[in-house]
């Protein structure tokens, strides 16, 4: 396990920049969950007895990177998951990069998905499917190199691998993303989406609080974040 890199860190939440290897939480791999590696780290850093709270308030895929957000008090846990229920309440910015330019600079993109939980995946269908739930995203290009164009994505619904399938959707698989038609993968299995940013009000402060995750450590990645100033 790679150290942590803490984004932000106060007495009620705390959040890190995701690695690709890394899991939010346990599943059938078995493998160690990023929020156990939080809770031995706290435990750690601040000397605290006895099991540590924790608490899970969102979620990005596994090969996804970029800023997640924890909660380290229940009170904290509580208003945070009132407010991800709130699409309006926490501004979530996404990277992707892609090989195929978008039709436009920029749009809104609306279609209805449906989960196949034997592959693990989510497909564009009609609104009359069974389990169909609309999904919305908007997009607009703002970086291109010799052969990919970085788009930047808010989400304005959460369904499952909603990016990675709305983008591939209108023709811009995601860099790696073997799942939704990309033709190779990456050196680390990954794929080129990356939680850039979380903005929101502070659960308990009440404060503005806008907390942003560095790009892995990829030549590329590096080309799009340097444009970005």
Not at 145 to 167: F, K, P
Request: hydrophobic share 35%; net charge positive; aromatic share 8%.
């Amino acid at each position: 396990m790679e150290p942590l890199e803490i984004l932000y860190i106060d007495n009620h939440i705390i959040a890190v920049n995701k690695k690709v290897s890394d899991i939010v939480q346990g599943d059938k791999t078995g493998d160690t969950p990023l929020s156990e590696h939080i809770k031995n780290y706290l435990k750690v850093t601040f000397n605290k007895p006895g099991e540590v709270f924790l608490g899970v308030t969102h979620r990005i895929d596994r090969p996804t990177t970029g800023a997640i957000l924890f909660a380290r008090t229940s009170k904290a846990l509580t208003r945070l998951n009132e407010m991800f229920k709130d699409k309006e309440a926490i501004k979530k910015t996404y990277w992707a990069l892609v090989k195929n330019p978008p039709k436009e600079q920029e749009g809104r993109l609306t279609h209805f998905l449906v989960k196949d939980t034997v592959k693990n995946k989510s497909r564009v269908c009609n609104a009359s499917v069974v389990g169909a739930k609309e999904a919305i995203l908007e997009y607009r290009l703002i970086g291109k190199s010799d052969t990919y164009y970085l788009l930047e994505v808010q989400l304005l619904t959460g369904r499952h691998h909603q990016i990675r399938a709305q983008l591939a959707a209108i023709g811009c698989p995601i860099k790696g993303d073997l799942k939704y038609g990309f033709p190779r993968s990456n050196p680390d299995g990954g794929i080129s989406l990356h939680a850039r940013c979380i903005e929101l009000i502070h659960p308990i402060q009440k404060t503005p609080l806008r907390i942003v995750a560095s790009v892995p450590d990829d030549s590329l990645w590096k080309y799009f974040e340097g444009m970005d100033g």
